[in-house]
């Protein structure tokens, strides 16, 4: 069964967004593995609390600017 975890910062994305990306990832995997992946394929969009995580040392937290608008 193909698997993906994607981790993205909390309220970043839309519904629609994240609903997109669990549509066009498992349209990647049937490009890789045949359509007989589909049925089996899972997408899993983790959102991080801000504060949870960090680059370079720096604690991020999510602009308000970068927040989805649903």
Do not use: C, S
Not at 17 to 33: C, G, L, P
Not at 45 to 54: A, F, H, L, Q, R
């Amino acid at each position: 069964m193909p698997f993906a975890n994607i981790k993205v910062p909390e309220a970043a994305l839309t519904r629609a967004q994240k609903d997109e990306i669990v549509h066009r990832v498992t349209a990647m995997f049937v490009d890789y593995f045949t359509e007989a992946a589909r049925p089996h394929a899972m997408v899993l969009i983790e959102e991080v609390k801000d504060g949870g995580y960090g680059r370079a040392d720096e604690v991020f937290t999510v602009p308000e600017a970068w927040r989805a608008k649903d």
